[in-house]
């Protein structure tokens, strides 16, 4: 049984940092893509950032970018999400997911199709 599982979020101030960790049994992530993904409340799912399983390439979302860094350890068993200069509107569930191909939009058919395994999420709440 594959299982992704996400850790580190919580309540962070305004302007504050978190480090987001995914890992996963049954699966090795090495052998992935591994994206992370947010959905707010009353709001769409959207990608954060993608790290390549081969060269180890990054993508993030505009939205993000240059707040936002994705990596993974050496091994390969854990993704990182680190978020900078926080904001409250980056309250969100975080989630990460591991697939075949990098893709870090909004539109649902897409995620789905180019990943195939994902974690429940960890919530990240931004607020003084």
């Known amino acids: 049984q594959v299982q992704l599982v996400e850790s580190g979020g919580g309540l962070v101030q305004p302007g504050g940092s978190l480090r987001l960790s995914c890992t996963a049994s049954?699966?090795?992530?090495?052998?992935?893509?591994v994206g992370w993904f947010r959905r707010a409340p009353g709001k769409e799912r959207e990608g954060v950032a993608c790290?390549?399983?081969?060269?180890?390439?990054?993508l993030y979302a505009d939205s993000v970018k240059g707040r936002v860094t994705i990596s993974r350890d050496h091994r390969k068993i854990t993704v990182y999400l680190q978020i900078d200069s926080l904001k409250p509107e980056d309250t969100a569930v975080y989630s990460c997911a591991a697939g075949y191909r990098c893709y870090v939009g909004a539109d649902e058919s897409v995620l789905l199709r180019n990943y195939n395994y994902w974690g429940q999420g960890t919530q990240v709440t931004v607020s003084s």
């Open positions: 790290i390549e399983g081969d060269f180890g390439a990054t």
């Open positions: 049954g699966v090795s992530l090495a052998n992935y893509h």
